[in-house]
């Protein structure tokens, strides 16, 4: 069993639809989270943090649910722009190594 | 902005050949990481630094593969000799505290053929 995992979608929604991924970790010991972007064979870039209050940048929104060890991104109002492979990460490990989950894709149309 | 910069951008090899890749991190930024990821799937880490030291290499194929980062500061990947498996994506990412999210270079295509 994979530490992290992702359904690897795709996820194809029209715009202005609200979208959620799910990642679950199997490390109870992972202290922290986060959730990347990463667009067709570019680099993965920093999208937020998780924290286990929960938080929100703009249109999204990062739940933890450490009971149940999930991850969760929600996409409000989706745009074209957010057409990207999101990749969930959980710190693991004595010196806080970071593991990808194998990302899910979200294809909006218009 | 402060970026992690990494050279080459693509290499084309044959097997067998051996083949070199750098990564300067960001100014600061004492963890360092080499990831590898084939198309479709998440990246792979393949070696964490802490300053100069090596603090993971477990999924590192030893036999071919070394990293190094003699002042702390940039490094560099080898693998020798290559194979037609070893064509990836290796990505080099670096971050100011353990801990903390990772930002990362633009990465090297690598094509072994």
């Known amino acids: 069993r994979k530490e992290v995992e992702q359904d690897p979608g795709p996820f194809n929604v029209p715009e202005g639809a609200t979208v959620a991924f799910n990642c679950t970790y199997s490390?109870?010991?992972?202290?922290?989270f986060f959730w990347y972007r990463q667009d067709c064979r570019k680099e993965p870039k920093l999208l937020m943090s998780?924290?286990?209050s929960g938080n929100e940048d703009g249109r999204f929104t990062a739940q933890l649910n450490r009971a149940s060890q999930y991850i969760s991104l929600l996409i409000r109002d989706s745009k074209l722009s957010d057409s990207a492979t999101y990749l969930c990460?959980?710190?693991?490990?004595?010196?806080?190594?970071?593991?990808f989950g194998a990302g899910t894709r979200l294809a909006v149309h218009p | 902005e402060a970026e992690v910069a990494q050279s080459p951008r693509y290499k084309i090899t044959e097997k067998s050949q051996a083949v070199a890749f750098w990564c300067d991190p960001i100014?600061?930024?004492?963890?360092l990481y080499w990831y590898r990821q084939i198309l479709g799937q998440g990246p792979e880490l393949l070696v964490q630094f802490q300053d100069e030291s090596v603090v993971d290499d477990s999924q590192l194929p030893k036999d071919r593969f070394s990293a190094e980062r003699l002042k702390g500061v940039d490094s560099t990947l080898k693998i020798q000799p290559a194979e037609l498996g070893d064509s990836a994506m290796y990505l080099c990412?670096?971050?100011?505290?353990?801990?903390?999210?990772?930002?990362f270079g633009q990465g090297t295509r690598l094509t072994v053929v």
């Open positions: 490390n109870s010991a992972s202290q922290s």
């Open positions: 990412a670096s971050s100011l505290v353990r801990g903390q999210g990772a930002f």
């Open positions: 998780v924290y286990s």
């Open positions: 990460v959980a710190l693991s490990g004595g010196y806080n190594k970071l593991i």
């Open positions: 100014s600061g930024h004492a963890t």
